[in-house]
């Protein structure tokens, strides 16, 4: 089973930075990685496909970037919207379709 | 507008069983594969089960495996899991997904609660 370990565990960030979070894998996964958004109280939110692939409606602020093993997210200037929890999930090896642990993204 | 809803969670007593449905909407429900994803309260995303678009193939994580089972109806738009030998950690919120390319979750439901207690 592919391991996938997000960094950092919290992020504090001001509305208007930029703000990047990590996705490593434990084995290649090719670029075969989604980033997901999930604001308390509502489903997870498809941002991101094929490392780097906007999904419908996900704005240009929300980019995703790596192969292999590294992932990065960036969101270029943060909204108050944004403020979330967010997930990378492997699907090149699977079952299991593996998920990081998430990264929150908090108001500095 | 794709639409997925969720129901049949409840409380449930260790050992006990439970079906939970997902009814779809707003795209070609036999065209895709279907999802089960859950997330204890508080904690991460974890797969569950996959089921072909027309049922022909299922998988399961480890940890559900011999007591989950995955189904559908095409017929009625309709996803299923049954539950069945409940244990206290599979207490969670269980949302069903439509898979999309190689098995990422382009849609998700609003998710149905399950809590295992005595």
């Known amino acids: 089973e592919i391991v996938m370990t997000q960094s950092p565990a919290t992020l504090s960030v001001s509305p208007g930075e930029r703000a990047t979070l990590s996705c490593r894998a434990s084995?290649?996964?090719?670029?075969?990685l989604a980033w997901y958004q999930q604001k308390p109280g509502q489903a997870p939110r498809l941002l991101i496909y094929?490392?780097?692939t906007r999904a419908t409606g996900i704005p240009a602020r929300f980019s995703g970037s790596g192969s292999g093993t590294e992932f990065t997210l960036t969101i270029s200037s943060l909204q108050s919207e944004d403020f979330a929890v967010y997930y990378c999930?492997?699907?090149?090896?699977?079952?299991?379709?593996?998920f990081g642990q998430g990264t929150r993204l908090e108001i500095k | 507008e794709v639409q997925l809803v969720e129901s049949g969670g409840v409380v449930v007593q260790p050992g006990g069983s439970l079906r939970l449905s997902c009814a779809a909407s707003?795209?070609?429900?036999?065209?895709?594969?279907m999802h089960w994803v859950r997330q204890a309260p508080g904690k991460g995303l974890e797969w569950v089960s996959l089921?072909?678009?027309?049922?022909?193939?299922?998988y399961y994580a480890d940890s559900v495996k011999g007591r989950f089972t995955i189904s559908r109806d095409n017929s009625k738009n309709s996803l299923y899991l049954q539950m069945n030998s409940l244990r206290a950690e599979d207490t969670a919120l269980y949302y069903c997904?439509?898979?999309?390319?190689?098995?990422?979750?382009?849609?998700w439901g609003q998710g149905t609660l399950v809590t295992v207690s005595s």
């Open positions: 094929g490392a780097s």
């Open positions: 999930q492997q699907y090149n090896n699977w079952p299991p379709a593996t």
């Open positions: 997904a439509k898979a999309q390319g190689g098995n990422y979750f382009d849609y």
């Open positions: 089921i072909s678009w027309d049922g022909g193939s299922t």
């Open positions: 707003g795209f070609t429900f036999d065209d895709y594969a």
């Open positions: 084995q290649s996964v090719s670029s075969n």
